[in-house]
């Protein structure tokens, strides 16, 4: 202990206070991942087609596809908090975006590991997304809406499968419309949340046909600051039918 101009000063005091602090952090970052893992299980989300896809097996058959995965490796071997970087993955059916989503999310997920706090990930398509809302609304959840958008909100890296695919046909205009606006909002709520830091989107629509959907207001918003990277080419699924 020093005593100096009267005042009394512990280094041990001073490191147990640091190593509380550090203690506190980790417990935090443990319960964090402890809730998500809860709330937004990757191996239930992910379906059976996607959970064993990585870098190593997407096949490209064009130039195109080809840089798409390029760009994607350096996306996840240079992801850091620090930095944020949105990623729009656009093309058509079958061309491999999700499989390339899902080889962003597993290698950055592996290198979070090497981290003091273990980076965070969710893979969500976005009809799945509204799914887990809507079941909020039920008596017996056991989470609340604003729980599920606070998690995703803060996750280091959110990649939204098939946007797009939220907006649905009903039997009505009116009933259409009603759904469509609320899937909308609720997206878009997400979004917001995500400003500093990583999402990927993945779609099947071009910019025309999403800014007809959710309004050039919101459609700059998803885009904004994003990398555009476009996937467009030969179905894969149905080569064997050729």
């Known amino acids: 202990m020093i005593i100096e101009d009267g005042k009394e000063f512990c280094f041990y005091c001073e490191e147990i206070k640091k190593a509380d602090e550090v203690l506190g952090k980790e417990a935090k970052s443990a319960h964090r991942l402890m809730t998500l893992n809860r709330m937004f299980n990757n191996d239930s989300l992910i379906n059976e087609r996607l959970k064993n896809c990585n870098f190593g097996n997407y096949e490209h058959v064009s130039e195109e596809l080809a840089k798409a995965k390029a760009i994607c490796q350096r996306y996840a071997e240079h992801f850091t908090k620090s930095n944020p970087v949105n990623l729009m993955m656009i093309g058509n ?10 080889s962003i999310l597993k290698r950055v997920i592996e290198r979070g590991l090497e981290q003091k706090n273990p980076w965070t990930g969710v893979f969500i398509s976005t009809p799945k997304l509204m799914t887990k809302l809507k079941a909020t609304y039920h008596k017996k959840s ?25 907006y649905k046909k009903k039997q009505s205009e009116a009933e259409e419309e009603e759904a469509n606006q609320w899937a909308t909002l609720k997206l878009f709520e997400v979004i917001d949340s995500r400003i500093g830091k990583h999402t990927v989107y993945t ?7 999403l800014m007809d959907m959710y309004g050039e207001q ?13 996937m467009n080419g030969e179905n894969y699924r149905l080569r064997a039918f050729k």
């Open 218 to 230: 919101k459609f700059s918003r998803m885009v904004e600051g994003a990398h555009s990277i476009k």
């Open 142 to 166: 056991k989470h609340s809406e604003d729980e599920l958008l606070e998690q995703l909100g803060s996750v280091d890296l959110l990649i939204l499968d098939d946007v797009g695919t939220d």
């Open 203 to 209: 779609t099947n629509f071009n910019h025309v046909q």
């Open 93 to 102: 059916y079958g061309t491999g975006k999700s499989h390339l989503a899902v």
